[in-house]
């Protein structure tokens, strides 16, 4: 039997929308206003005033942070069909914030219930032996012998030297 392609897919800002979890918490909780549109080559807590700036890792590794976080739009048939595909992972370094491990496997058997447990690789350095690696921080890149891409966020609108894709519609138009 033919093994398949592998492809290590990242989840937050990648199958999973922290920024807009961030937005909201801040509105919600402190009335301030973060526009997505003002992040362009910055990371969510450079935005936030003096008095907030270290509040988000309050949030982060609070229980419960990333367990209700937004699907990306199209993110799990695209998914679903790159199973049939490719030997499909969900690689997160979910190690940095302690909570999250829980969280985050809680919110993949929601959203992605056909990924086996086997194919989920919560860590700290993202040294992982795939094809391909889907990606919103180009430092998960370094060492990385495959085909990097690059996925969109505001922190990495100004990165040019990786294949990027904007959203999952674009994943499956090169991967499908």
Not at 34 to 60: A, C
Not at 90 to 96: F, G, H, L, T, Y
Not at 140 to 149: A, D, H, L, P
Not at 151 to 170: A, K, M, Q
């Amino acid at each position: 039997m033919e093994q398949k392609p592998r492809i290590a897919i990242d989840m937050d800002e990648v199958l999973a929308d922290t920024i807009d979890k961030f937005i909201e918490v801040y509105r919600r909780d402190h009335n301030t206003e973060i526009l997505l549109q003002e992040m362009n080559g910055k990371e969510f807590h450079e935005l936030l005033p003096d008095t907030l700036n270290h509040s988000w890792r309050d949030y982060v590794n609070a229980p419960g942070f990333f367990r209700d976080l937004k699907v990306m739009p199209g993110a799990v048939d695209v998914v679903k069909e790159l199973c049939q595909k490719y030997d499909v992972y969900v690689v997160s370094a979910a190690m940095e914030f302690r909570h999250s491990l829980i969280d985050k496997f809680d919110w993949l058997a929601d959203h992605f219930p056909f990924i086996d447990w086997r194919h989920i690789i919560f860590c700290g350095y993202k040294i992982v032996d795939v094809d391909i690696m889907i990606d919103d921080r180009i430092r998960n890149f370094t060492g990385f012998k495959g085909r990097s891409i690059l996925y969109s966020s505001p922190h990495n609108f100004y990165i040019t030297e990786y294949e990027r894709v904007d959203n999952w519609t674009n994943v499956g138009d090169i991967l499908l």
